[in-house]
């Protein structure tokens, strides 16, 4: 058999190079067949590109789901026991599953099937027998729109403006952070950073200066905030917000101390300074255990109020509280 160029390269290695860079790993494939025939077939078109996972039902197919979070299922339809409808359907009705794209492979298929398993939020159809090139054709297309969906999704949680997270994300965290230190029984802190006087800085010194403060306020905070949980966020105009889990408030306020002194060590001029002739930033921090009550908004409430607290004081300083 022949071959043209074109389908050549289909089946040569390194047709998800693109994907791969973007993820900085391989990207991770489901074959699910009750037939172990047809998984061998398949997992030697992807062997060498993909880390390839493997289930022989339904059930099993759904656990590999969770524990591994493909970024593709190839997905057989008849299966004795649960079928593979069902399993893309309870895909699609896990939140934690629903972005992984499934493309069913199937023997028989009419436009009823079809249109039923597109129903489902399938993304695609195979028929079987497959051909190679075909089968890592579409495959690679669907890893393309996953790995731009997933680029877009993280671009939706950032502040463009300096790069760090943005309110929508820390709302979404920060309810989840407390729900965490109620059921673990830890200490959870919470920080208001606001930039001192930025208002009179925008005003002598123009938006364009303004925002370049801002970034390198933002990068100069979220480098002092090094624990992998630690979350920074920009609240609103010139306010970063800070969660700590697992902290008290005494571990807060040394962290809190620290990001005074460094944000004036980064000494951007500024003419209405609090202090120094450098900008500042003023912190409101406030620290409880969820275990023992009140709610995420209180506690935002709580160091909120430690902030107006921490200006009224003068401002380039820190006003804490345990709730
Ligand atoms: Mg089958």
């Not at 994300?169 to 109620?182: I, T």
Request: with cysteine; aromatic share 6%.
């Amino acid at each position: 058999m022949t071959m043209d160029r074109k389908s050549a390269d289909l089946l040569a290695p390194g047709l998800f190079q693109a994907v791969q860079q973007a993820w900085g790993r391989k990207p991770k494939l489901l074959i699910v067949d009750d037939q172990p025939v047809n998984i061998q077939a398949l997992y030697q078109i992807f062997a060498s590109d993909c880390q390839v996972f493997m289930a022989t039902s339904g059930e099993q197919a759904l656990q590999l789901c969770q524990e591994r979070q493909p970024d593709l299922v190839l997905l057989d339809v008849q299966m004795p026991g649960m079928d593979g409808y069902e399993v893309c359907r309870r895909i699609q009705a896990d939140a934690r599953l629903r972005e992984i794209p499934v493309i069913f492979v199937t023997a028989h298929t009419d436009a009823q099937q079809e249109t039923h398993g597109l129903g489902l939020g399938a993304v695609d159809f195979i028929a079987k027998p497959f051909t190679p090139a075909v089968v890592r054709a579409r495959v690679r297309t669907h890893l393309t729109l996953k790995c731009q969906s997933d680029a877009l999704r993280e671009l939706a949680f950032l502040d463009g403006l300096t790069g760090v997270h943005n309110r929508r994300f820390f709302d979404e965290r920060f309810q989840a952070e407390f729900q965490r230190a109620r059921r673990n029984g830890r200490s959870l802190a919470l920080m208001m950073v606001d930039v001192d006087y930025f208002k009179r800085f925008n005003d002598e010194y123009g938006h364009l200066a303004g925002d370049d403060c801002l970034r390198r306020v933002a990068e100069c905070l979220r480098n002092l905030l090094r624990r992998p949980p630690d979350l920074m966020c920009r609240f609103g105009g010139e306010e970063f917000a800070c969660v700590l889990p697992e902290t008290e408030l005494d571990g807060a306020v040394q962290v809190a101390d620290r990001m005074i002194a460094t944000v004036q060590t980064l000494a951007i001029p500024h003419k209405h300074a609090a202090q120094g002739g450098v900008v500042s930033v003023s912190i409101g921090l406030a620290a409880c255990f969820p275990a023992l009550g009140g709610s995420p908004e209180k506690l935002l409430a709580k160091a909120d109020e430690q902030l107006y607290a921490a200006k009224a004081a003068g401002r380039a300083r820190v006003s804490a509280t345990a709730c």
